[in-house]
């Protein structure tokens, strides 16, 4: 190894960002843009405590993306971090593996971005400040009573028709490749409905392009739903021009009447990038608490001993230009209530089933 890390790319975008509609100029703007910010060549650093700090906190000082508005949202001050971190680890030069893992997961953690994580064989360390200190707004036990046992399943999406002539699509993660022919069957089977609710909650994301693939069913036309930068270099404000996002209305089957997409805080990454999109579609309503946000593209590297760290690498905007890795508002706030809950009642569910569209 020349170099004191490795960077590598993520080939699979699991929980992240990737859009499907990147003109082959943009694709080799973010080659291009990856291969200059991964081939910086500093001096081989130590397996040791000091060294692996060193390299980790290098590797995020130059690929990370978004230090900015950790700045100003969270007073983060990397080279703060620096100055403290490196000294904790010249202090402490013999720590174990499992106490290495939580001092470095310790250090990244403070820039509370749940793409951000560190790998070792036995275990990962983990930031999910995003999801865990909110209320969950969702229930398995109340999702039994309104799906039953008889509902329709195809690529992982639940879908059913509720007694009061509402659709119901529970999609729990964009992992699962979905066909455009299996969403146009779903659609075609809950067409006499007055109206659908899609449920998100819980969603961690996946495949960008899947959750394009099911937004593009509720488009009616070419529709700009963002934007997305690539780093350049390894300052902290070296990013491409801002490269814009659409949505193109898919071929087949498209909904028309009004939908409402249920979130909560817990709804992240390609899941927040779906939320997004459906904002910017006609007779959607976001409904329930703010999205838990992740809104970069991740990329991955590795330390002197191997372990994987990915990191948030290429920064997403909503159409209006404003970040959304904080996390997205809904149209309407609910939360689910202690009374419903006792009654066996899904607040959230019930607003979208009684709703008059607007």
Known sequence: MKHGYHILSNSRLCGCMRTSALSLFHVFTLLTAFALVSCVDVEELPNTTAGNTEALWRIMDEHYCF???K????GVDWDEVHTRYSYQAENAPNLS???LLEFLGGMIATLKDGHVNLSASFDYSREWSWKENYPANVSDTLLRRYLGTDYKISCGIKYKILDDNTGYMRVETFEDVIGDGNIDQMLYYLAPCSRLIIDVRNN???LL????KLAAHFCAERTLVGYMRHK????????SERQEQWVEPSSGVRWNKHAYVLTNRSVYSAANEFVKYMKRMPH???VGDKTGGGSGMPYSAELPNGWSVRYSACPMYDADGGCTEFGIEPDVWINISDEDFSQGKDTIIEWARTAKPT
């Open 67 to 69: 230090f900015e508005e």
């Open 71 to 74: 700045k100003q949202e969270l």
């Open 97 to 99: 593996q499992m106490q």
């Open 204 to 206: 961690g994301g996946g």
């Open 209 to 212: 392009t899947q959750a394009e």
């Open 232 to 239: 350049t270099g390894p300052g902290h404000n070296n990013f």
């Open 284 to 286: 959607v309503t976001v």
